[in-house]
């Protein structure tokens, strides 16, 4: 599985380190990611994800997995995640019908 979060879509990214004497070599940025699982309300069980630490805050902050995915757009959403975010809207759907 590839070096990127499940919720954001954050990944690997590249620059120099830089030395004393202003030597440049190609170094790469690892994002920190840590296999969480998240509950999800409306589905009422936890899901399993690779999330980078940002993406955590984020979910805190926003109240929890369902409210952040469903204030995220589709747009900034990876393949994977769209597919929970369905889940979700169908489960929350059936539940107030």
Do not use: W
């Amino acid at each position: 599985m590839s070096r990127r979060c499940q919720l954001t879509g954050r990944g690997v990214q590249t620059g120099n380190n830089v030395s004393h004497a202003h030597n440049k070599t190609r170094r790469r940025f690892l994002p920190n990611l840590q296999k969480t699982s998240l509950f999800s309300d409306s589905l009422g069980q936890s899901i399993r994800l690779k999330v980078s630490a940002y993406a955590l805050r984020t979910v805190e902050q926003k109240g929890g997995l369902d409210a952040f995915l469903l204030d995220t757009r589709d747009a900034d959403l990876p393949v994977e995640t769209l597919r929970l975010k369905k889940r979700i809207k169908k489960a929350k759907a059936q539940a107030s019908a």
